[in-house]
């Protein structure tokens, strides 16, 4: 629930699937442009918000989420952040009160999925944090010695990073268990989907890019407020059909997630795409525009950018096999992550992997066939196992790496191509409805953890447009 407060704010006392922090790495250097911007960003936010014009020297409080704060400080810094890959990409911003709302209700709901975290007792360990920051430098050609360098010379500080990307892999995790972990695909949808692709004659691997604006409608919407984002959609339909450019109308107007992208779905597949999508976006030409298309989300208006693609594809599958160890109340995280490191320096000196995957090993379904999980095709192991075990070669060994299960101990035996036809449709289509069912579903999820979540904004200018002005009743 939204609740807006003006009252005079008080000093603070107590203080993005790897993708996109990988992504995040690639822009570490808009804290320069915010070292440079900052008193312009500060004078600005000063000028449109009066309230904020406090002492000189007080980090203010914006918004107030949960247990938790939004100071002034930290909304400069992610619009600073936002600016720069804007202009990176060559993409115009909104007015800065629009960008600042737009920023805002991204770090409001940064920080309640990191509460949710915290409550749930999700924590990322300094080993998961290390081996991630080791794959950030590796994207960036560097050392994570190079990386602590740059940062710095940036004016960046590092344990502000850390943080940062603490932050996000809490995230991540918190929506694999409460979303991806829920979804389900029965046999019926993949054969549907098969016999779909048949009979339309679609080509299941052409790709789209896809542009989306989204007005949203709260759970348990009036009739009166559904009506009126109706008309919003339609308005900017009208706006967009006499040549406003979609990317700053989606950045100024759009609620989903993607609005600080300009409303960018990035390079998908038709079955990867929501499934109010699925029979528009074909018909559609390069640059037409179709909606308002309604949801339970609210109303959304989409753009077809460009599409490619339509060759034939192969899949690799992987024969692996691994050491499982779940902490619990005798065995901590640490315990089981330095015992699967002494298991591998028993296996580099000569011991039987399998041997020891029988004697050590707590998924006993593997554990009697010596660790064995069989070919594996992608898509079948959570992403965390199946990424450690990508970058393995042919009976390589990997570091213990962490999952929602525990840590494992990974070792690839061999690898092989398949191209049957049969096969390969049957996978993208588990694959394609899995992703396109997890979209749906986070987007309905963000929405809903934010209706229920306490958050209180103390800057009036800064509410979300069309929220009451007078402070409402928060959720105990």
């Known amino acids: 629930m939204w609740i807006n407060s003006s009252r005079e704010a008080l000093p603070d006392t107590d203080s993005e699937t790897i993708k996109t922090i990988l992504d995040m790495s690639n822009q570490h250097t808009a804290l320069t442009h915010f070292a440079k911007?900052?008193?312009?960003?500060?004078?600005?936010?000063?000028?449109?918000?009066?309230?904020?014009?406090?002492?000189?020297?007080?980090?203010?409080?914006v918004a107030v989420v949960e247990d938790d704060v939004i100071l002034e400080s930290e909304l400069q810094k992610k619009i600073a952040l936002?600016?720069?890959?804007?202009?990176?990409?060559?993409?115009?911003?909104?007015?800065?009160?629009?960008?600042?709302?737009?920023?805002?209700?991204?770090?409001?709901?940064?920080?309640?999925?990191?509460?949710?975290?915290?409550?749930?007792?999700?924590?990322?360990d300094d080993e998961t944090l290390r081996q991630t920051i080791q794959q950030i430098a590796q994207k960036n050609n560097m050392s994570p010695e190079d990386l602590r360098s740059s940062l710095r010379a940036e004016g960046i500080e590092y344990l502000d990073f850390l943080e940062q990307i603490r932050g996000e892999l809490a995230q991540q995790r918190l929506r694999s268990g409460q979303v991806n972990s829920q979804i389900k695909i029965s046999d019926r949808e993949v054969q549907n989907w098969m016999e779909a692709r048949l009979k339309a004659g679609a080509n299941p691997n052409v790709e789209y890019q896809l542009g989306q604006i989204l007005i949203g409608t709260p759970q348990g919407a009036t009739p009166e407020t559904v009506q009126a984002a109706r008309e919003k959609a339609e308005k900017l339909i009208a706006e967009l059909s006499k040549g406003a450019d979609f990317r700053q109308v989606s950045l100024s107007s759009s609620d989903a997630s993607e609005a600080l992208k300009g409303g960018d779905l990035g390079w998908r597949k038709l079955s990867e795409l929501p499934t109010i999508y699925a029979d528009a976006v074909p018909k559609m030409k390069k640059g037409?525009?179709?909606?308002?298309?309604?949801?339970?989300?609210?109303?959304?208006?989409?753009?077809?950018?460009?599409?490619?693609?339509?060759?034939?594809e192969s899949i690799t599958k992987t024969r692996v096999r691994h050491i499982l160890l779940k902490p619990n109340e005798v065995m901590t995280n640490d315990d089981a992550r330095k015992k699967l490191e002494t298991i591998k320096t028993r296996i580099e000196a000569g011991d039987d992997f399998a041997d020891l995957a029988r004697g050590n090993s707590d998924d006993k379904g593997s554990a009697v066939k010596g660790g064995d999980l069989g070919f594996v095709a992608p898509g079948a192991l959570v992403p965390e196992f199946e990424q450690a075990m990508n970058d393995l070669k042919p009976n390589e060994l990997s570091e213990p790496t962490q999952s929602q299960f525990g840590w494992h101990l990974i070792q690839v035996l061999e690898r092989q191509e398949s191209d049957d036809t049969n096969e390969l449709l049957k996978k993208q289509a588990q694959d394609e409805i899995f992703k396109r069912k997890v979209e749906e579903e986070t987007e309905l999820w963000l929405r809903r953890i934010r209706d229920e979540a306490y958050v209180e904004i103390r800057v009036p200018e800064l509410m979300p447009e069309g929220a009451p002005a007078e402070a409402g009743k928060a959720n105990p």
């Open 82 to 124: 936002i600016r720069q890959g804007l202009s990176q990409s060559g993409t115009l911003p909104p007015s800065e009160l629009a960008l600042a709302r737009q920023v805002l209700d991204r770090l409001i709901l940064e920080k309640i999925q990191i509460s949710m975290a915290e409550k749930s007792g999700l924590r990322v």
């Open 37 to 61: 911007s900052g008193p312009l960003l500060s004078l600005l936010i000063t000028l449109l918000f009066p309230s904020l014009s406090l002492a000189e020297g007080v980090d203010r409080i």
């Open 288 to 312: 037409s525009i179709e909606g308002p298309i309604r949801s339970p989300s609210g109303f959304h208006i989409i753009k077809l950018m460009d599409q490619r693609g339509g060759d034939v």
